[in-house]
């Protein structure tokens, strides 16, 4: 593996090539792009691809990615010119590229933006609001989270948003008729780590999420685009979204094993299944 950095006018940006350029075989460099998570949640995915040449990197403003613009907003465009530049430092292109959550976000940003640089993507599980029949409800349950965050700080937050996330169906009345999320519930402290700049818990991202994709220019681009979401998840949130943009886009999505972190090992208390994930991964970008 390579660490390089590449320097652009808001940022510095951080990114890993896991193999040789140019790739091996003629295929294109495997993208694989996450938000808020940062390169490190990808090493076990990556690892089931050991013949193919996959590039990660750091969102602007995470780990290693230093910001110059004086900004903390986190936004797909932004984040889908990044991604761009990465692209063409690699001079590599167009590339495979899979996104999770809030990169399959930046992802979609970057298909309508750049149509020439991706030749396949999987969108994994995009966290988009606006295209919830329930969005109006959705924006309401989001708004908690912060209220819970801000109050009390990133245990309080993570446990709203734990229950934002798992919550099955339609945000409704019995949701919000709650009381709020205990973090003990879940098997956190209570205690009030005193920061409030969580790009998760507060509304530093929230331009991720009420991010609305140009379904006309998707369908345009020359991308063959995959919208994919967990066998788990198929009724919460995130994969009410996937459903959703799916649809909008004249597919179904695309059913991939275990849940929003499908893909994960043992790096954050998380795991999924990440060998059958990488499996389905490897069988998509083939058809």
Do not use: C
């Amino acid at each position: 593996m390579t660490t390089h950095i590449l320097e652009t006018a808001g940022a510095d940006v951080a990114y890993d090539v896991h193999g040789p350029l140019p790739t091996e075989g003629g295929r294109p460099p495997l993208v694989m792009i996450g938000q808020p998570m940062e390169a490190s949640g990808f090493s076990t995915l990556a690892s089931y691809f050991p013949d193919r040449t996959v590039v990660t990197y750091d969102p602007r403003g995470l780990g290693r990615s230093v910001r110059k613009d004086g900004r903390v907003e986190n936004e797909p465009e932004v984040q889908a010119g990044d991604v761009h530049a990465v692209i063409e430092a690699l001079g590599a292109g167009p590339v495979e590229l899979f996104g999770s959550s809030g990169g399959a976000v930046a992802a979609l940003a970057l298909v309508t933006a750049h149509p020439d640089d991706v030749r396949t993507l999987v969108a994994h599980e995009p966290p988009l609001i606006p295209v919830l029949p329930d969005a109006a409800a959705a924006e309401r349950a989001r708004v908690t989270i912060r209220a819970a965050y801000e109050a009390n700080g990133f245990n309080a937050g993570m446990a709203a948003f734990i229950a934002m996330t798992s919550w099955r169906g339609e945000f409704t009345d019995e949701y919000f008729a709650q009381p709020p999320a205990d973090p003990a519930q879940f098997g956190m402290p209570t205690d009030d780590d005193g920061r409030r700049d969580d790009p998760l818990l507060s509304d530093r991202s929230w331009a991720v999420s009420s991010y609305r994709p140009d379904i006309e220019a998707l369908k345009a681009a020359p991308t063959r685009v995959v919208i994919a979401v967990g066998e788990e998840s198929t009724d919460v949130f995130t994969g009410r979204a996937a459903v959703a943009v799916a649809e909008l886009l004249g597919q179904r999505a695309t059913v991939f094993p275990s849940h929003h972190g499908g893909f994960l090992g043992g790096e954050f208390g998380y795991a999924g299944q990440p060998e059958a994930f990488a499996r389905k991964l490897r069988e998509v970008l083939d058809a």
